[in-house]
């Protein structure tokens, strides 16, 4: 009898080995709000913003960390989306409405606003530039004094501002 018990027990094992663990405790969701670069949402009347708020932490950010005429997740983490509840237009041009991935190409004089049709993509290290939805241009300026974190915000009008270290590019949303 006991040596029946042993062999169903080793067999008993050796099925939750084979299973992979199936009969584990399940994982539990990351909590995102604990990373380095936590998450951010910013809600307008026709459209939403979800990135991850980056830190300076000492470090130049426009043309080192992230290089000038590089594409930029604009953010950390997963790439930010921009969820258009209805057809809108940035800085005059159509957008569908829709989720997108909002990517940018900073640059000294310039930068691209891209907004990129696979929404949901790690970073910008399989951006497909093909996907591409719209680009505007939009011209950088100095921030009034340095900007920790990573900060998007929308204001009544319609004027999207992304800021970070000393610099802020800008884009409308009617």
Same mark, same amino acid.
């Given at each position: ?24 405790? %399940? /994982?539990? +969701? ?14 307008? +009347? ?7 708020? +980056? ?5 130049? &950010? ?6 000038? @005429? ?18 809108? /237009? ?13 990517? %940018? &190409? +900073? @640059? ?11 929404? /949901? ?8 530039? /093909? ?40 884009? %409308?949303?009617?």
């Amino acid at each position: 009898m006991r040596n029946q018990s042993l062999k169903f027990l080793l067999l008993f094992m050796w099925a939750v080995l084979l299973s992979g663990g199936a009969f584990a405790q %399940a /994982k539990m +969701p990351e909590d995102k709000s604990k990373r380095p670069s936590p998450p951010a949402t910013v809600t307008a +009347p026709n459209f939403t913003i979800e990135y991850s708020r +980056p830190s300076v932490k000492g470090r130049k &950010i426009f043309g080192e960390l992230e290089p000038y @005429g590089k594409v930029w997740r604009a953010g950390a983490n997963e790439a930010t989306t921009f969820e258009a509840k209805k057809d809108l /237009k940035i800085n005059g041009q159509a957008l569908p409405a829709g989720t997108y991935a909002l990517f %940018a &190409i +900073p @640059g000294e004089q310039e930068w691209t606003i891209i907004f990129n049709k696979t929404a /949901k993509q790690w970073g910008a290290f399989k951006y497909d530039e /093909k996907q591409d939805a719209l680009r505007v241009k939009v011209k950088p300026s100095k921030t009034p004094q340095l900007v920790e974190q990573f900060t998007i915000t929308a204001d009544k009008a319609g004027t999207v501002t992304l800021a970070w270290e000393n610099t802020q590019a800008a884009f %409308a949303v009617k």
